[in-house]
């Protein structure tokens, strides 16, 4: 179980402290309400040689270890080739809330496994909540944005995903063990606005209510611990002759 110290904004805009519990977490992909939106972003990681389990049906679902999520303003990673991806962020307790988050992912080791990289890197996560009953009315008129060293990287209407209720009730489908409550699930991204995976230090990400004159997000900068040792001691983040060696 893991607890994380929330505020929830309510329809009038007043924000409430909150605790949120988590027993499980799961992160979605190509959770579009179009499968052949996704097609795009499947296209942008197949230029880094990250190719999708295109065999599993859609929308896929990749467990989380809880010790990836993480709200601090510093992310500390072990490789140059990482990059976040803005996401939707469902919290289902004993209400169900909506927020924003970041799923930052090793790149170069997405290329290996999907789900290890994503257990490599953290679940960002904007502290900051709106109750789904308050928002669903305006929800498809909601905007995802992403910022990456000041620069525009992603940019979607959430009307391209599949909706909340959508998104759990195809996890309740194809889950084991489900908690009743107390989950905690990322929704998937979309493609960038230049269509290539984009690398920097600075990531701010952004959910936006534009009906509702509001918005909420986060900020973190990425550390790569490698570059803290120096040349010539750093051991290869993959082994020159086994690519799985540490």
Request: net charge negative; hydrophobic share 40%.
């Amino acid at each position: 179980m893991k607890q994380i110290d929330v505020k929830v904004q309510d329809l009038d805009g007043n924000f409430h402290s909150r605790n949120f519990q988590i027993e499980r977490m799961y992160n979605f992909g190509s959770a579009t309400r179009d499968p052949d939106a996704a097609i795009a972003h499947q296209d942008e990681v197949a230029k880094s040689g990250i190719f999708i389990a295109s065999n599993v049906p859609a929308p896929r679902i990749y467990p989380i270890g809880l010790h990836a999520l993480d709200t601090q303003s510093t992310v500390f990673v072990q490789s140059e080739k990482t990059s976040g991806e803005v996401e939707i962020v469902i919290h289902v307790g004993e209400k169900i809330h909506v927020g924003v988050g970041s799923d930052h992912t090793d790149r170069a080791l997405e290329t290996v496994s999907i789900p290890g990289s994503k257990q490599a890197c953290v679940n960002h996560l904007a502290t900051v909540f709106w109750p789904w009953d308050e928002i669903a009315e305006t929800w498809d008129d909601c905007i995802l944005r992403s910022w990456v060293n000041d620069r525009l990287y992603q940019e979607v209407g959430v009307e391209k995903f599949l909706a909340p209720p959508d998104i759990l009730a195809i996890l309740k489908e194809r889950v084991t063990n489900l908690p009743r409550q107390n989950y905690m699930v990322y929704c998937g991204t979309y493609v960038s606005v230049d269509k290539a995976l984009g690398y920097g230090n600075d990531w701010r990400y952004q959910l936006a209510a534009p009906k509702l004159n509001r918005h909420i997000g986060a900020q973190y900068d990425v550390v790569d611990l490698l570059d803290e040792v120096k040349s010539g001691f750093r051991v290869p983040f993959f082994n020159p002759q086994d690519r799985f060696a540490i």
